[in-house]
């Protein structure tokens, strides 16, 4: 990003954006001229993103999204950086294994629903306490279309983001009047992390959207933007589908 925008005033933590969906919502927030602190595992992959996006603007801070003391850390850098945590993305998420349900080890139930549900109620606490609870603010839940139907096969992804659209929606409750809380829920984003799910098939699996693509990060990092932005200030406690169409073919026929 070569020329800045004007400053905003505003202060955003994304959870996992080294790279895909994360980095899309980060670029798009800094692009409108919020301050932001972006996480992920790689520290590499993290400094390489912050320099992307610009180190004058975009701190980073490694570590695993489920870790206390990650979270810990970086709501507190966030706070000594830029003095404020008016949003938290929690885009964080794992899907560590792909088959039926019913044969699912248990133990990799619990990592998908620690990362995917758990690390994120962290983050909502901890910037609650920190700064949004006297101070007001937005908090967005990237979650899944797998969250609202049955997903063949990512049966425990999909349960950890129905999970999360109901705690967006406990959230947006709580936090109400001065947080806002929604979710986003996307359908297949060309990303590293849904690579599985069209690698050497994009063309076939992109003609079942209305819309004839798959999503790109940018399209989530749109809707991130808008629903923490002074545009979306009547919505709180709903799940903005972002698909392409695709959930128009479940009436179809």
């Not at 927030?29 to 919020?34: C, H, K, P, W, Y």
Request: charged share 20%; aromatic share 6%.
């Amino acid at each position: 990003m070569t020329e800045l925008p004007e400053l905003s005033g505003r202060v955003a933590i994304v959870t996992g954006a080294s790279r895909g969906i994360g980095y899309g919502v980060a670029e798009a927030l800094v692009a409108r001229g919020d301050r932001v602190c972006i996480t992920g595992r790689g520290e590499d992959a993290l400094k390489e993103a912050v320099e992307q996006l610009g180190t004058e603007r975009v701190i980073g801070v490694a570590g695993k999204a489920h870790d206390l003391d990650h979270q810990t850390e970086v709501v507190e850098r966030t706070m000594e950086a830029f003095g404020r945590v008016d949003f938290l993305v929690n885009n964080a998420g794992t899907n560590p294994v792909f088959g039926p349900i019913a044969d699912l080890d248990l133990g990799v139930a619990r990592k998908v629903f620690e990362t995917n549900v758990i690390s994120a109620l962290g983050f909502a606490q901890k910037t609650w306490h920190a700064w949004q609870k006297d101070n007001g603010g937005a908090i967005v839940n990237i979650a899944s279309v797998a969250g609202l139907a049955p997903s063949p096969f990512i049966g425990a992804y999909g349960v950890s983001k129905a999970a999360m659209i109901n705690l967006t929606q406990q959230l947006a409750h709580e936090f109400a009047p001065k947080v806002r809380v929604n979710a986003i829920a996307p359908a297949v984003v060309k990303t590293k992390f849904a690579q599985a799910l069209y690698e050497g098939r994009e063309e076939e699996a992109a003609a079942s959207y209305p819309l004839g693509r798959l999503g790109v990060p940018s399209d989530i990092g749109g809707a991130a933007a808008f629903l923490t932005s002074e545009q979306s200030d009547w919505i709180t406690g709903q799940t903005l589908v972002v698909d392409g169409g695709i959930f128009l073919n479940a009436g179809a026929g």
